[in-house]
């Protein structure tokens, strides 16, 4: 079954499982407005949702089940600060051994039901030194060294074409929001990199070294691949890290999976301030 198929008997299916509960489609049509992809330890944002409706991802067939413990599973539906949404709580990776499709179905479901806006959140490890664990970071630009892209093998349809400009991959404009209502709020904001890997193991001293030299502020194991089929939409994209640890390559600690969600959530009361904020703006 091509890709393309696939994603709208997904949304088909979601589609009619809330036209049976009817809460969120009688009063949001459209559909959803925004997506939020929440990442690691961040997923308190969906208890600002008003008007939930729930869709564990063991309900729809096919769809690909996270196995981070830290991670819903689930698409849950509503509004926050009067914007219909719909978050995906939770995200498979590449290195659970997912296909790129597989990990960027979840934001193609969000496009086909109407989501024109991407809030795609993560932890990630700091590369630049003037960074610090806790505070949350906003995605400028990115780099793929994950090695593959979820619109390999795609041909051109429905006037999309397979080669996607990436020169402006995160919304100015959202950007400029971002940090003028995380100035307002008096919130630690930094703007920089995020590079991709697939992982899962660690990065060592020499590739923290070698990705710093790059360019990147930030490292982690998601987010390019669902990015990029993102834009491949023409979804307008915010993205925010929450720094979960500190990558210096001469000192490095150790970051065990408990600790980046422990810091993870530190930084996350901000993000989810920030969210709303930015929400109620749009």
Known sequence: ??????????????????ERDSRFFKQYPQGPAVGIVLGTGLGGIAEQLENAVSIPYSAIPGYPASTVDSHSGRFSFGSIAGVPVMLQEGRCHLYEGYSPDDVALGVRLMGALGAHTLVITNAAGALNP????????????????????PLTGMLDEGGRSRFVDMTRV?????????EKTALRLGLVLRKGVYLGLRGPQMETRAETR?????????????????????????????????????NLPDCMEK???EDVIRV????????QQLILEVLKAM
């Open 1 to 18: 079954m091509r890709n393309t198929e696939k994603v709208q008997i997904r949304a088909g299916e979601l589609r009619s499982f809330l």
């Open 130 to 149: 003037l960074f610090n664990a806790g505070e949350v970071m906003i995605i400028d630009d990115h780099i793929n060294f994950t090695g593959q892209s």
């Open 170 to 178: 995160y919304d100015a404009e959202l950007i400029a929001l971002a």
């Open 210 to 246: 070698m990705f710093r030299q790059w360019g990147a502020d930030a490292v982690g194991m998601s987010t390019v691949t669902e990015v990029i089929a993102a834009r491949h939409l023409d979804m307008r994209v915010l993205g925010l890290s929450a720094l979960s640890n500190k």
């Open 255 to 257: 970051a065990s999976l």
């Open 264 to 271: 993870s959530s530190l930084a996350a009361t901000g993000m």
